[in-house]
């Protein structure tokens, strides 16, 4: 899901009350940030705060959690 907004200008986004609400809360309701800050080398994406990917309530409460992202769940989950 791109999430965005009319009245915050795209680059202003990342530094926005709404962007800061989604990532303290976007899991509550099954939703992760797909590419967070300092993942870039795990997801081969940079950093985009307006980028968001259902996985559940249960699986995003894990990656919110242990701070990672979709890829490193996933390799996590195989591994055990």
């Given amino acids: 899901v791109s999430i965005a907004s009319k009245s915050i200008a795209y ?4 530094t926005s009350a ?3 609400w989604l990532e303290a809360h976007s899991y509550e ?3 992760i940030l797909r590419y967070p800050k300092r ?3 795990s997801t081969n994406h ?4 307006h980028y ?3 996985v559940g309530k249960k699986n995003a409460n894990k990656i ?5 992202c979709i890829e ?5 989950e195989v591994a055990e």
């Fill in 64 to 68: 919110y959690k242990e701070n990672s």
């Fill in 29 to 31: 309701y099954g939703f």
């Fill in 52 to 54: 968001y990917r259902f």
């Fill in 46 to 49: 940079a950093y985009d705060a």
């Fill in 18 to 20: 709404l962007s800061q």
């Fill in 39 to 41: 993942m870039a080398s």
């Fill in 72 to 76: 490193e769940y996933n390799q996590k």
């Fill in 11 to 14: 680059q202003e986004f990342e």
